[in-house]
């Protein structure tokens, strides 16, 4: 019967009945067309004249300038008028300041004692004027200052001039006419290249993102891909027509959003621009349509993408939950592609998803070139058949229909997870990085303990829970959280007690020739990390307490658990590692994490030490306790003595020999403690405890 | 031309119990076959892969004489499936839902049409025929579910319990609609809970146990082997004379 008919025949059909369905399902709907034909232009319009009204508001409002001194008349007669109202501010200077700060006036004016007689001698007066930057109308109350001053400073030259008979050309040698070359609309189209294609490709995105659930996990849950796979027709053709629905509703998802947002930006932000000096249309409706073709292939992109994903999962939430990393590790290249510096080169055109944001940006902005556009709709086009080619054969599998531990009659909501997928972890890694770059590291130039407290409880603690609580892991065996017994605490106290001086002795032998460390870093390290000014209860609870539970629970638990592959666990289990690469892994992501080359070999060794630990011991608590005394110790010995750096302090030149030995004999045994202490993390959620 | 499973064997994890160990079956044109057996023993794992929606781990199937290793859509084509659990496509009417099955068994629009309308005067769903199926009731389901099975009017027929949760009505209907079947010399294969439905309804049952096949006959010749007065108390004596074996057979 279905041997004639061809497998595009039956992937047509498919597309048709899944678009016809989820046409309509309410919620594509609300996303793909309410969302851009009727929030845009009412959040856009109704900004628009809020921000118009408040414009208006403000012109109209005059500012009140406080002028401290006596004004000669002239200078009253300038600063009075439609838009100043000023007023005598009889204050001492202490108090003026106060009385910007409290809002009494909005700028202060000091005219020096015998102003007037100074200008009538032809000599220069000095006014002092004070205003607030951070407060709008103190800006405005400045700029209208200026203009004042600057109309009555050219009376008075015109009168000086005058009086000797000189023409004013005299103090204007030269004249500038500036012209900006940019059509009014470039002007426009330019401030918009930078948002719009970041908003589009979101929206491309999000409306890929149900309908791929739905054509997959959701007819799995609902019971109805099963009786479609008992027919007839190659399952090459279903996923084919699925995910040919997926991209027609992303498509026409960017189109829909791309079309109301440039006429909302046409109509309601014109008056903005406007008012601003650029007329005429913002983006011509042909730039609009060549961004829309070229979204076509991100559309496809994006479906492949997320319909292989979803299809991994066996309930509509569970692929939510897996879409969602999936859909937030796109938006970040879109969005990086529209910082400044960004080009749509050849190779960026290779990069996936910033390529499209990138060529969008230039189609909007009318300045895309043909090889590197060319380039990335190509290589878009290369990578969206990857993944459907993926999604293809993860629909041939069996575990796409029933997940190997599926049994008949089971419970339908999936159970906690006992491990993080590598890729998920991968994921946290990458944001955790992103977030202390782009917030830790500023904050910690603030202010370095709180900074340092926002980035370990903040940054790194609360995305490493919010993946557990929401990926559906299970806390105790996906972070290895489960009661160590005492020989492991013990080993942990011994060798996280000496750690940090045996680092130290390596890093002064070996770092310390190949890649000697600054003086001047040297010195920064001790004034800011090693700083006696702090009461020693907060240095240890923000630089050793803090960064040993919560880089423990990134690195020793979830990074670890998704890479490393227990040898109880057998071949059968998903992560890939075995505990040499594992240990290895570990150590190398936790001292690039760290950003710093001069730490690479002591965060290093740390790290490994550490994931061995968290092995050996089946849990992350003897790791933490390591992590905790290794940096307590240096932080105490850092205090007395010259740092080197937080994993070896105190050691500078005073390394003794005796000293090192009783560390390297302590650590051993701690070691061999640790060793000792357990087979290992157990692959299931609640292995039996260390013997 | 039913259904042949020769030695047919599932393991889900290579280091635990089989959930299907050996199990060969036949099926033949006009019989209905119960598959009958506690929770967890094989019976939804083995239809299937009597349906080809698992991969045996070993052993073979014919579906209405394709081998379905080989020929897999001309066995499917052959075949009716249907679980107790189906689901309908929510946002489509049954006329849709029916005449996009129909295209998928490669049947032309006309024969679509002419089957809907048998199907829905036989059973009796001719009224809903424009209604969603969002808004149908369990009965209505079941009833659009059975006819998606058999629109192709396959020779085959695995229904895997067809009356769970369903009311008395609607059982009895699903059973009448199942003896059609075999009136028109289809094979039926059948598996339920349901000790009293398989007795009135099934030819010969095959009584699993563990993935295993432990017992296959008619249910009287059952009933007479372990001299019980119903089904359900021969059931129960097999499955207790099956767990004690299994006891002592390792230290045997």
Redesign the interface.
Known sequence: MSGERSTRAIAWLVYRKELRETLRDRRTLLVMVLLPLALYPLVGVGVSQWVGAQQAAREEQPSRIGIAGRPWPALATALAGKTLRSSELARPPAEREHALRAGAVDAVLTVPEGAEARLAAEGTVELALLYDETRESSSLARQRVLDALARLEKQIRAERLKARSLPPSLIAPLKTVERSTARPREVGAHLLSGVLPMLVVLMVLLGAFYPAIDLTAGEKERGTLETLFTTPVPRGALVAGKFLAVATIATLTGILNLGSLGLTVGLGFGAAFKAAGITGALIPWSALALTALALVPSALFFSAVMVAVAAIARSFKEAQNLLTPVYLVCVLPAMVAQLPGFSLTPLTALVPVVNISLLARDLIAGKAQLLPATLALVATLAYALVALRIAGRIWQSERMLFAPEQRPGAARRAPLRPRPLPAEAAFLLLLVMALILLVGNPLQARGLVSGILVTEWGLIALPVIALVRFGRLEPGAALGLRVPSPRALLGALLAGASAWYLVGVLVESVQQRVLPIPRELLDEIRKTLFSVERPLAVDLFALALSPAICEELLFRGVLLRASWRPSAAGARAASPLATPAAVVLNGLLFALFHLSIYRLLPTFLLGAVLALTAMRTGSILPAMLFHLLNNAAAILAGRQASGVSLEAAGLGSSFSLPLAAGAAALFATGMALLWRSGEGLRSGPAGPRDP | MGIVARELCKR????GPP?VEGLSLEVVAGEIYGLIGP??AG???TL?ML?????PSGGEVWIGGHPLASE???A??A?G???G????????SVR?LLG??G?????APAAVARRIDELSALLQFAPLLERRCAALSTGERQRVSLA?AVL?DPRVLILDEPTAGLDVVASRFVADFVRDARGRGRAILFSTHYMTEAELLCDRIGLLHAGCKIWEGTPPALKAELEASSLEDAFLRLLARSERQAATEPSA
């Open positions: 889900f994890d290579p280091a959930a929770n967890g019976k939804t794992t299937r349906a080809g929606l698992m991969q897999a859509e001309a499917r084509a075949l499936f249907l679980t659990t189906t689901g309908l496509y929510a946002r489509l849709e996009y099955f295209a998928l068994y490669g049947l998606r192709h």
